[in-house]
């Protein structure tokens, strides 16, 4: 009753004292780290013609290039790489992996932005939401232009992954890519254009939502956390996965070189649903058969690849990549691999288990 009486009081005194009656303390600004990879948001050309070489400006340079990001956050600057996201590789993903953790984890920074190539941007994204151990926001992004192009995208862009990085409808959502005003989840995020500014895509599900000069608006609801998370081993390389990629007139010898090769496993970019031919069908029926995990996905960019439509998954030992791209699904199946998860029903399982 005595503890009860004290508690309301306590709470009469901060009714009566707020809005006002305390001094207001200027809050600090959140703390962003930016790790900089390289890519065309880093990429500098000589003026004049249509080349340029990526990943040649620093991480110090591309913040200075944004006027008000430091009224954002206090942004601090780590070039992790300086390198075109075609070269994106297990080396480098690993690194950001456990530098992103450490920073996150260890209360060091209370968001990472991450510029990156556009390329492979929806591959790093998604290899770094399937094995973050932290919930804090992560953002990747790019440009299309370089920095040294009439109305270059990247300044914005940088400006706008702050901006939502440091959102509170950010929180609990993962890894995000933001380009071009919009914001897509890591899971669904697509490049779908070879040039244009508006190139990402989320064709399965919409984006997460945009930006604009008010406001940082999520049209889409907190997804659950991944189920499952995956392990990195001690040291680079993951797995060997090859993505063969389905056509009219396809025989066996792709999909029978890269079982020569030692893949652990194969992702079947295929035509339509999932699909390919007999010889091709036959091939990753036989490879599964000697324990590579095989995923059928789809070439066509927008759909999900169904189980038992055409092809008899449950009796050929297959796996289908639902909403994942090839790119996407191959990334799962080293993960999956890595961490001894190799029966189809179980990699199936992991499949449909990520967050969107
Ligand atoms: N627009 C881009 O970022 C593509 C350029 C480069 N190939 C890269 O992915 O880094």
Redesign the pocket.
Known sequence: MVAARHILLACIVALALGGGGLPVQAQALPRVAVLAT????A?SGSGGGIGYQ??KVSAQDLIAAVPGIDKLAQISAEQVSS????DMNDTVWFTLARRIDDLLGKGEADAVVVT??????EETAFFLANVLRTDKPVVLV???RPSTAISADGPANLYEAVKVATSDGAKGRGVLVVLNDTIHAARLVQKTNTTSVETFQSPNGGPAGYVDPASVRFVQPVAPRATKLYTLPAQPPLPRVEIVYAHAGMDAAAIDDAVKRGAKGIVLAGVGDGNASKAAIDALAAAAQQGVVVIRASRVGSGFVNRNVEVDDDKLGFAVSLDLNPQKARVLAQLLIANGVTQPAAVQEAVGAGRY
């Open positions: 390289g890519g065309t948001i990429g990526a990943g390198i075109g996201s075609q990156h190539g556009t390329d492979t941007m790019g440009s299309m």
